[in-house]
């Protein structure tokens, strides 16, 4: 009878997390020997019928999460539990202190209806689902279906391929240049800030994009081998002659790429569309202007996505693709031609 290793945790306590007809069964002991020997206990009685595990629990849903994210500590990157952690603390503040069993089915829609008047559509989608997750998690079952106010669709700002040339031009030369480059050539800030100039040749034609560095719950920055998705790892071709130049100019020997800080790199942004009249895209619209100008230049979704590393075509073309103004005039005017005659 196979029983995991105890590991010891920040209290001084022994644990074994028991996975018992689907269930969770977490097993605590002042050492590991009799940790091992209690979920020994507990698993031959539950095979022998002696001991029927059932979905309940005692704890509160915040303690609930608690227990969700240590079981998946080593799995969940720092990011998602940082998001886990935003909602434990500021979504469903009025059944946050409750047991996940004494919400009846009937209170869900009223909960959520009330939950709707403190933040957007969007967020309150994104707490409900993992709220979901941990009822589940904790009884074994979900919580009845709710209806969700609509999300309002939103844009976000982008470059139209004229307004690319003048901020290229406008931001190289500046110290904000090389990272707005980057940007502009499909990188996310976080790979951005993971980027190191031991791991950069001099002159090179490709960028290999590996790794990231993001936040942690603590708002920490933690290093991540891993990048977003499979396709996030890799070589994006230096195609912007003012970012080749960039890299050169300002290439050190060693250390990260990165050296202002983000918001230091968001007011530079900021300031330079302002100045020349273009649209306040921040960093991730710069990504977004990327994906806006393979379109315009009918460069092949598949070869755009690869590029700016989207796990899938729908992703980028829903997301991330925006029709240029310029392509829809250039469309209206022949429309408009062909009816003239």
């Keep these: 009878m ?18 018992l007809n689907g269930v969770s069964v977490p097993v605590k002991a002042d050492s590991a ?11 031959a ?35 998602t539990i940082r998001g886990y ?31 709707a008047a403190t933040c957007a559509p969007k967020t ?42 003048v901020f290229v031009t406008a931001i ?11 940007a502009l050539s499909s990188l996310r800030i976080s790979e951005i800030e993971a980027l190191r100039w031991e791991n950069i040749p001099k002159n090179p034609k490709l960028l290999k994009v590996a790794g990231a560095v993001v936040p942690d719950e603590n708002n920490q920055k933690v290093r991540k081998d891993a990048n977003k998705n499979v396709t996030s790892t890799r070589s994006v071709p230096l195609l912007i002659p003012e970012l080749a130049d960039a890299l050169e100019r300002d290439r050190q020997p060693s250390g990260p790429v990165l050296v202002i800080s983000q918001n230091s790199l968001r007011y530079g942004i900021k300031k330079t569309c302002e100045a020349h009249g273009l649209p306040d895209v921040g960093i991730h619209g710069l990504r977004h202007s990327f ?8 460069i092949p979704e ?12 729908g992703t980028m073309h829903k997301i991330y693709t925006h029709i240029a103004q310029a392509d829809v005039e250039h469309y209206k005017t022949a429309l408009a031609a062909f009816y003239a005659g």
């Design 124 to 165: 309150l989608k994104n707490a409900w689902g993992f709220l979901r997750t941990i009822m589940h998690f904790s009884t074994g079952s979900y919580p009845p279906k709710v209806e969700l106010p609509a999300q309002i669709p939103f844009d976000s700002p982008f470059l139209g391929p004229d307004e690319i040339k």
């Design 45 to 79: 009685e539950h095979l022998a019928g002696k001991k029927e595990i059932r979905r309940t629990s005692d704890n509160t849903i915040r303690e609930e999460i608690d227990r969700y994210i240590g079981e998946r500590s080593n799995t969940l990157s720092p990011v």
């Design 85 to 115: 952690r935003i909602i434990q603390k500021n979504r469903f503040a009025a059944i946050m202190d409750r047991k996940p069993g004494s919400i009846r089915p009937e209170e869900w829609q009223g909960i959520v209806n009330d939950e």
């Design 2 to 19: 196979k029983i995991p290793e105890p590991r010891k945790l920040k209290s001084g306590t022994w644990f074994i997390q028991l996975r």
């Design 172 to 182: 190289s030369t500046t110290k904000y240049g090389l990272p707005a480059l980057l």
């Design 33 to 43: 020997r009799e940790c091992k020997r209690l979920a020994g206990l507990i698993k």
């Design 302 to 313: 598949k070869i755009a996505a690869e590029i700016g590393g989207w796990s899938d075509l």
């Design 291 to 298: 994906a806006s100008l393979a379109y315009h230049l009918q």
